[in-house]
Every structure is written in structure tokens, then in C-alpha cells.
């Protein structure tokens, strides 16, 4: 009989595989491509779980987003009163000495604002309680203004509506629910800022020398020496622009006090807060004074809202200069741009931090990025 073709041969199997054919070299680029195909998959599955945990990661720090701002501002004035510490430190107190006088010093100081503050705002809601009732009375007088108005428009009688319907008593409830909310809030964001300002104050050194760890020690001399810098920028920054602020508030009291605008002490302790945030923060002190000194006459707002206008160019082109000269000189349009971006990103907090990031920015630039794009 004839042997089968299709019958295996050992010899004739071996030459057909060296030479890439048969059925061996088939099995042999089988399991070469088999491989390939695992591998592209697991790429794919790695690829897709890379993406769904960035997700993930992106979606849980949005949702953080506001308790990390509150750790921003709270790292932001422990590194601005660093050099008020250090200040004291020379006098040989021990770091936690430091800590508790400077904090006593600034509870000191809040604690005096709010004696400026609430004494005329407490006034003010005890004389609006006081008139409600006046307005009530004249309100079912018909021979007086209120009364007046309310004949041709029934006022009462539309507040009792709007008031008796299920939908205005979940509004007023909704809203005092969101007011104590708001007051919640509030405290609760207070505390976290203090409780991590006084850490962060008390442990900076620390912490310092952990972060210094992580950059390797033949280039961790030229990071801490940079590191120290936008600190010390920053601090400075931030104490030339209180004490601006400062001025700012003293001039707003000054003022209204010759002119006879009320409440001098609060609007100027309310300017020299706002005349902290950069760029915007006096001009909107001056506006809502000027409206405040409407309620004693027009002239008294107008010459107001001029001594504003000349305080705003006297702050920018010699008490600003004048503050700031130990501080490093930034582009105006720079800071416009860090300005504009912080406030678009993280709000007042975003529009504070500004400045000193733009600061710290030219400070890294300087030191690592243009040297080598100069002896390129």
C-alpha cells in the first residue's frame, strides 16, 4: 500500500517548520501571536481603570474642593506670620512661646475690631426693631405716606397671602433653614481655619524639613534655599499689605468722622478689611462709604467718593511703593492676571493667595529657568 500523504513525517515536519511552513510553524505563530492579543487587552483593561479611578480621584477632590481652600487660606497666614514668629524668636523664646504670643497678640487684635464693630451694627438692629412698629402703625394710617401707599397697593393684604399659601411658608422655612446653615457653616469653617493655622504655625519648621526630604540631597541645599526665599517674599508681602490696609482703614475713620458720616469706626475697620484683596478690595470700600455718606447729603457722598478716587492713586503710586520695597517687584500685569485667575478659581481666597503665588513663580523662573535658557 502506498503510504497516506497526509501522514506525518519527522524529517519532512522539521524542514517545512525551519523553513516557516507546516503545520508546527503554524502552531509556532499561534503561540507568538497569542501573546500580543493578551497584551493589547491588558493595555485596554489598565488603560480603562486608569481613566475610571482618575475620575474618581477628579470627582472626589471637586467635592473637596471647598475644604481644601480652607486649608490653602489657613497654610497661607501661618506662612504670613512666620516672619512675625521668627521676629520673636530672636528674643530667645522657645517656637511655641512664639506661637502663643503672636496668637494672643492677634486675638488681642480681633477682639478690639469686633468692640469697633458690633457696638454701632447692634445699634442699628435695635433701632430698626424699635421703628417696625411705627411703620406697622403708619401703615393703617391714611393720612400718612405709608398709609397711603398701603390703600393703593394692599401691601398687608398681599403679605398675608403670599404667607397663608404652603409654598411661601416652605420658602421662609427654606430660608431660615439656609440661614442656619449659613451660620453653621460659617463657625465650622472658622474653626478649621484657626485649628490648622495655629498647627501649621507651631509645626512649620517640621514640616519643612519632612517636604526637604523627598528631593534628593545633591540638589536639596538649592531647594530650600529657594523654598526659604518665596517664604520670606510671602510673609513680607503679606505685612506690607496690612499695614496698607491699615492706613487705608485709618483714613476712612479720619474722614468720616470730619465730615460727620456715621458709623466711622466700623466703615473703617470694613475698608481696611477689603483693602487687603488686591486690586478691587478699596475701590469697593470706597463705593459703599460714599453710599453710606448719602444719608447725610449729596455734596458730603460726592466729595467722598473724590477723596477715594485721590486716596486709590496715592495708595498705588506712594504708600503701595513705599510698603512694598522690600518685596520683590512684580509686573502689574502680572499681578492683574494672577488677580483675575485667583479670584476665577478659588474666590477671595484664590484673589488673596495671588499675588505671593505670582511671587513664588518669578522667584522658581529666575532661579531654575531662565539661567538656562540665558547660556543656552
Not at 411703620?135 to 398681599?158: A, F, K, P, V
Not at 513680607?236 to 485709618?250: K, P, Q
Not at 463705593?287 to 486716596?311: K, N
Amino acid at each position: 500500500m502506498d503510504p497516506d500523504p497526509s501522514a506525518g513525517n519527522p524529517a519532512r515536519d522539521l524542514t517545512l517548520a525551519r523553513r516557516g511552513s507546516g503545520p508546527r510553524s503554524r502552531m509556532a505563530t499561534t503561540r507568538r501571536t497569542a501573546p500580543k492579543i493578551t497584551s493589547w487587552f491588558r493595555v485596554g483593561f489598565a488603560l480603562g481603570m486608569g481613566a475610571l479611578v482618575a475620575w474618581h480621584l477628579t470627582d472626589a477632590v471637586l467635592q473637596l474642593t471647598s475644604l481644601l481652600t480652607l486649608l490653602l487660606l489657613a497654610v497661607f497666614i501661618a506662612v504670613s506670620l512666620e516672619p512675625v514668629v521668627a521676629w520673636v524668636e530672636h528674643f530667645g523664646l522657645r517656637r511655641a512661646w512664639a506661637v502663643a504670643l503672636v496668637v494672643l497678640g492677634l486675638a488681642g487684635l480681633m477682639t478690639a475690631i469686633l468692640a469697633v464693630v458690633i457696638p454701632p451694627v447692634s445699634d442699628e438692629v435695635s433701632s430698626l426693631v424699635h421703628a417696625v412698629p411705627g411703620w406697622l402703625q403708619q401703615l393703617h394710617d391714611h393720612q400718612s405716606t405709608l398709609g397711603r401707599i398701603e390703600d393703593h397697593y394692599h401691601l398687608i393684604e398681599r403679605a398675608k397671602e403670599q404667607l397663608s399659601s404652603s409654598s411661601s411658608a416652605s420658602g421662609v422655612f427654606g430660608g431660615v433653614l439656609g440661614a442656619g446653615q449659613l451660620l453653621l457653616s460659617t463657625v465650622t469653617a472658622t474653626v478649621i481655619v484657626a485649628s490648622v493655622t495655629l498647627y501649621v504655625m507651631a509645626a512649620l519648621p517640621v514640616i519643612k524639613a519632612f517636604c526637604y526630604r523627598f528631593v534628593p540631597q545633591s540638589r536639596r541645599q538649592g531647594v530650600q534655599d529657594i523654598t526659604e526665599e518665596i517664604l520670606r517674599q510671602t510673609g513680607r508681602y503679606m505685612l506690607g499689605n496690612v499695614l496698607t490696609s491699615a492706613v487705608a482703614g485709618l483714613a476712612t475713620f479720619a474722614w468720616c468722622a470730619a465730615t460727620g458720616v456715621p458709623y466711622a469706626g466700623a466703615l473703617g475697620v470694613f475698608v481696611a478689611l477689603m483693602d487687603l484683596v488686591p486690586m478691587v478690595g478699596s475701590t469697593i470700600g470706597g463705593v459703599v462709604v460714599s453710599l453710606v455718606a448719602l444719608s447725610v447729603s449729596l455734596p458730603i457722598a460726592l466729595t467722598t467718593a473724590g477723596f477715594y478716587i485721590a486716596f486709590r492713586l496715592l495708595e498705588d503710586y506712594l504708600i503701595m511703593p513705599r510698603a512694598m520695597k522690600f518685596v520683590i517687584d512684580v509686573h502689574p500685569i502680572v499681578t492683574v492676571v494672577a488677580v483675575l485667575l485667583g479670584g476665577a478659581l478659588l474666590g477671595l481666597v484664590g484673589a488673596l493667595v495671588a499675588v505671593p503665588a505670582a511671587v513664588a513663580l518669578g522667584l522658581v523662573l529666575d532661579a531654575y529657568v531662565f539661567p538656562r535658557t540665558d547660556n543656552s
